[in-house]
């Protein structure tokens, strides 16, 4: 290449203009400035004061540059200060060690802008260190999927941050009464942004192998979020005594992310630990196989009752009551081992996850023997009630089943109502 060419190519070179507009922070780090105001994305990301913000502090004198101090973004839902006397009644009012009382705060940063406050890294504290302990048996859990894996995932799927959140706030409220109106609050506006991203990604259907285990999970977590959420007049999980039932838009996600990815969901840290692990197993507890005897044989009863009565969708009704069944046998296999209440509900909400469509409509329509055996399912909730976010479910859905049944048909849900019923 002679002379004319290579110079001929150093002029056809595009031209690169430095910007010097950045500001002092991206500087100092030799990092690319957007330059965006009144707060770059840099300072945003770290949390720290852009000194867009404070233009005068752009040129500071040789060795005066004070270090920069991090700080925390002002929460929507968390006052700028609280007086000595509120931290005082903070002391004296909270509940657990974990709920330490809310410190002055006059230092926060009130720029908006995403990211995560004092009030969010309280109740992230709190989930990792007290709420994770209450979805799973940890000495049973070697992989520590809530306490360890689902934190992290947060920090790379922003669904999973925000319901994480939820859940802390909810059990923060089922602690401290008191503070129930703050936390609930708290606990509302995570679930909106938890909720909305995954129906985005639902919705533009990029459901792949890369994000199948965290849909899943931020699925799972939308469900225990609407437990801890506790009972409301109405609304009964597979059917609303006033309309559609909030619970069947969960049941449809989840049930269309395990059909879908089933295979890919169950692997690595979520992959179910092998039967042989349940060494702990009492081949010898007759109170329980009593209990089960008598579960069965209530079940078998509505069978019947379905042969008899049932015409055009006979064989729905008695596949989904040899299910249930199934799913009691499972579940009292389970109980053996001493699981965790939350060990149950593979099975709890399995059953209302494979209900065929029929099936979902007669709920709906609150047809009288679908109602019968949705009773019967409540009874696997009951065994779970020692589950903070799981109080009351079981005695609620009966007791709104009773209120929706004709009478005629009373005397079919005596068994489920005896056992659910709350002793003195």
Known sequence: MDSEQINQKIRSRRTHRK???????CKKRRVKCDEKKPSCNNCLM????CDFQNPSSRSPSAGSTPP?????????????ALSPS?????????????????????????????GISLADLHLFHHFVTATSSTITDEAKDPKKVW????????????SILHLLLTFSALHLAYLNPARRGEYTRQADEHFTFGVRSVTAVLALDTLDSQNCQYIYIAAVMICFAYFARGPRDGEYLVFNANGKSEWLVLLHGVRSILAEKHGEIFTGVLEPAEEGLDLD??????????????????LQEVRDMVNLEMEGDREVYVGVVDNLAECFEEAYRRRRTGCHPTGLMPYAMGWTFRLPNTMITKLEEREPIALIVLAHWAILLRYMRDSWFMER????????????LPEAYHAWIEWPEEIVAYLP
């Open 19 to 25: 910007s010097r507009l950045g500001c002092g922070n």
């Open 46 to 49: 770290h949390s720290i004061s």
């Open 68 to 80: 920069q101090r991090f700080q925390f973004r002002q929460s929507k839902y968390q006052p700028v």
């Open 86 to 114: 509120q931290d005082e009644e903070n002391c004296r009012s909270v509940a657990v060690q974990c709920d330490p009382p809310s410190p002055a705060t006059t230092h926060l940063v009130t720029t908006p802008g995403e």
């Open 147 to 158: 306490q360890i894996h689902v934190p992290q995932w947060g920090m790379s799927f922003p």
């Open 281 to 298: 197993t009492d081949a010898s507890a007759p109170e329980l196989d009593e209990e089960l005897s008598r579960h069965v044989q209530r």
């Open 393 to 404: 479910w079981d005695h609620h859905i009966v007791m709104g089943i009773k209120a929706c």
